[in-house]
């Protein structure tokens, strides 16, 4: 069955931590995505991935496909990155296949 | 560049009625792909439309059906609405078949009452 996982469910942190979120899949993948939803319902895709490390300002998303795993970090995180974080992946069927999502509050 | 729209933004219906979503890509994207997000299911796929062919489809019933024109403007239909049915349905664009960074529109909430 194409599973995927993320842990944690939900993650409170200090303003200035560094945060990661973490993500695995049950099969090969062709792409995995990161995506961001604020309250309100708009989601933002941060990254799509399918091999290696990519960095956008102060997010980092990695992967390691042997393990079938990949991480989100954010450094220096801010209140404005209070957010649901969500991992999916394409499995090779292509059509998005979602994890449950980590909400993440990050206090001032 | 404009943004993926949807309308209406919000809806609200009754049981055994229908309801048309619509759904406008960013200018040049030809894929559109269809989500419901519920507090219970969370995020599942519904349907994905490539040059007005679906080529994916995901495992809801045929009450739910789409399709896209060939602006690439897409509908997705619900016929004989169930409570279940309330959600948040949203769009994304792509400019390749998938996969592809998606962009999501904000969404259409459907209330069935």
């Known amino acids: 069955k194409n599973e995927v996982e993320q842990s944690p469910q939900n993650l409170t942190a200090q303003e200035g931590e560094f945060i990661t979120i973490n993500c695995s899949y049950s099969?090969?993948?062709?792409?995995l995505h990161w995506l961001q939803q604020h309250p309100g319902g708009g989601i933002v895709s941060l990254f799509m991935?399918?091999?290696g490390k990519k960095k956008h300002g102060r997010l980092i998303a990695t992967i390691n496909i042997q393990e079938k795993h990949s991480s989100l970090h954010i450094t220096a995180s801010h209140p404005r990155d209070s957010a649901v974080y969500i991992c999916a992946v394409n499995f090779g069927n292509e059509k998005l296949t979602f994890g449950t999502g980590t909400r993440l509050t990050i206090i001032p | 560049k404009a943004g993926v729209t949807q309308t209406p933004r919000y809806l609200i219906k009754t049981r055994g009625q229908q309801v048309t979503l619509s759904c406008s890509p960013i200018s040049g994207h030809r894929s559109v792909s269809w989500y419901q997000q519920t507090p219970g299911q969370g995020l599942q796929f519904l349907f994905e439309y490539f040059s007005e062919t679906q080529r994916n489809k995901g495992n809801f019933p045929g009450r739910f059906s789409g399709r896209q024109f060939s602006n690439s403007r897409s509908e997705m239909n619900v016929s004989t609405l169930e409570l279940g049915d309330s959600a948040l349905y949203l769009c994304?664009?792509?400019?390749?078949?998938?996969?592809?960074?998606?962009?999501f529109g904000p969404g259409t909430r459907l209330t069935v009452l």
């Open positions: 994304a664009s792509s400019l390749a078949i998938p996969p592809d960074t998606q962009y």
């Open positions: 991935l399918s091999s």
């Open positions: 099969v090969g993948i062709s792409a």
